[in-house]
């Protein structure tokens, strides 16, 4: 039995993982250091409006729905494939998952709650800021690589199942 389907949501979860993969990426290379050039006050006030309005996008629906879907796809995948292709399958949300979402809610979103919390006026705010952004970073560093690699182990799942003809 052949089936589509499962080939072209191995490259929209590869494309997705990839776009916020990317949008990590920009973060850590550039608008971070940017922002960390900036003085102090000004770059913490830019990141905290960043936060603030990041969280009603696209961008964090994907990072809360790719691991959903890739879950229940991996799931699926189990009754439905066999040999490598379901391998990469399940490794994608193995990845995803401890390398973005939780990264996110419990590295990332607790420093950004806690740089909110701050007055960007005040001497103990502007130390944090510097701490802030190298630890921030470092770990955004982890979540554009675990999404990239996740893009990756779906373009090859995609391949594998073409080449086993498991579609």
């Not at 997705?16 to 990590?24: D, E, K, L, T």
């Not at 960043?50 to 879907?69: E, H, S, W, Y």
Request: net charge neutral; hydrophobic share 55%; proline share 4%.
């Amino acid at each position: 039995m052949t089936y589509e389907w499962p080939l072209y949501f191995c490259l929209f979860l590869a494309l997705w993982s990839a776009v916020v993969g990317g949008v990590f990426s920009a973060f850590s290379e550039f608008i971070m250091s940017g922002l960390l050039r900036t003085e102090p006050a000004g770059g913490m006030e830019a990141m905290q409006q960043i936060n603030r309005t990041v969280i009603k996008t696209q961008f964090v629906a994907g990072i809360m729905t790719i691991p959903v879907f890739s879950i229940a796809f991996g799931v699926y995948s189990i009754f439905v494939f066999s040999g490598p292709a379901l391998v990469v399958m399940i490794l994608a949300p193995t990845v995803f998952v401890p390398s973005v979402l939780l990264m996110t809610m419990f590295g990332n979103v607790p420093m950004n709650n806690k740089l909110d919390s701050l007055d960007y006026k005040t001497a103990d705010s502007l130390a944090y800021w510097q701490e802030y952004g190298r630890v921030w970073t470092r770990l955004n560093h982890l979540r554009s690589l675990g999404s990239i690699l996740t893009a990756g182990l779906y373009i090859i799942a995609a391949v594998t199942l073409i080449a086993s003809d498991q579609v």
